[in-house]
């Protein structure tokens, strides 16, 4: 493999990586809180792994112009997040 595919492959399982930490996270705050806790510690996670994200990203400025339209969308599930948790409660 050519040096550039590998990078893409280590940015790509480190990113997987972050994703099912954040997951698995979110997962133990539910069955150790209650609602409102699970709320606000699934909310910390994804804003971790965001900032995580947008490091890795920072760090090869190429894949973040690829990815200029992630902005928009991280905000529209962190809204959807926040109306299905207003509902719930």
Request: charged share 20%; net charge positive; no cysteine.
């Amino acid at each position: 493999m050519k040096r550039e595919q590998l990078k893409r492959v280590f940015e790509g399982v480190i990113l997987a990586a972050i994703s099912t930490l954040a997951v698995i996270s979110s997962i133990a705050s539910y069955a150790s809180t209650t609602e409102e806790g699970f709320v606000t510690v699934s909310a910390y996670s994804l804003s971790l792994t965001i900032g995580l994200v947008f490091l890795l990203l920072l760090l090869n400025r190429e894949k973040l112009k690829e990815f200029s339209g992630l902005k928009k969308t991280v905000l529209k599930v962190i809204l959807w997040i926040r109306r299905r948790s207003s509902k719930t409660l």
